[in-house]
């Protein structure tokens, strides 16, 4: 069984930067990619960002330039930099893990979800 523990969530002013994390454990061996979701009120549940363990990435168009996915094997660890938070970028934000590729997510294995509040 694979397990995933995020957290970096908080309230940031508009402008601002956080950094979320995703800690892994569990069996992990079959895991090839990563991925972080958000859902909004009101709003369906979106990819965010994901990344293979080969480090390829996808992000949403939304927010390409201001958030960066990274990984860091050694440490079972996957990362999200946001910069430059907008208001609409307020939701709660899930690490997800799965077996079949960016194009296979989301994956079985979810975190329980850590809050994002960007104010204006």
């Known amino acids: 069984q694979v397990q995933l523990v995020e957290s970096g969530g908080g309230l940031v002013q508009a402008g601002g930067s956080l950094r979320l994390s995703c800690a892994a454990s569990g069996s992990i061996f079959s895991i090839n990619a990563m991925g972080w979701y958000r859902r909004a009120p009101e709003k369906q549940r979106e990819l965010v960002a994901a990344i293979t363990n080969g480090g390829s990435t996808k992000y949403a168009d939304s927010v390409k330039g201001r958030f960066t996915i990274s990984r860091d094997n050694a440490k079972k660890m996957v990362y999200l930099q946001m910069n430059s938070l907008k208001p609409e970028d307020t939701a709660v934000y899930y690490c997800?893990?799965?077996?079949?590729?960016?194009?296979?997510?989301?994956?079985?294995?979810w975190g329980q979800g850590t809050q994002v509040t960007v104010s204006s």
């Open positions: 997800n893990a799965g077996s079949l590729g960016i194009g296979g997510l989301p994956g079985s294995y």
